[in-house]
């Protein structure tokens, strides 16, 4: 069984800084690539950063120069540094990955249940 599960989520001031983990854990023979999302309330979940295995990373234009996306492969966990932030970052954060189980097996699409992310002002 595959899971994704995020952490490091919480409550923190305007102008401040959170780590948030994502590990994979289970049978797993590649992770590739490892994505952020975030959803606010009453709002669409949107992308917010993207790693893959050659550490090549990429950002959604509202996070980009404030977020840092990393990852270690010998932990099977991605970070998401966030710094700078507002309280327009305030949403549930999740974590999605594509794995493939085996060498030989299909890639699917595993989510994270989400850690939640409170920037007061």
């Known amino acids: 069984q595959v899971q994704l599960v995020e952490s490091g989520g919480g409550l923190v001031q305007a102008g401040g800084s959170l780590t948030l983990s994502c590990t994979a854990s289970?049978?797993?023979?590649?992770?590739?690539?490892v994505r952020w999302f975030r959803q606010a309330p009453g709002k669409q979940r949107d992308w917010v950063a993207s790693?893959?295995?050659?550490?090549?990373?990429r950002y959604a234009e509202y996070v980009r120069g404030r977020f840092t996306i990393s990852r270690d492969n010998a932990k099977n966990t991605v970070y998401l540094r966030m710094s700078t932030l507002m309280p327009e970052d305030t949403a549930l954060y999740y974590c999605?990955?594509?794995?493939?189980?085996?060498?030989?097996?299909?890639?699917?699409?595993?989510w994270g249940q989400g850690t939640q992310v409170t920037v007061s002002s």
């Open positions: 999605n990955a594509d794995i493939r189980r085996t060498r030989t097996d299909t890639e699917l699409q595993y």
């Open positions: 289970g049978s797993i023979f590649s992770i590739d690539p």
């Open positions: 790693i893959i295995s050659n550490n090549y990373t």
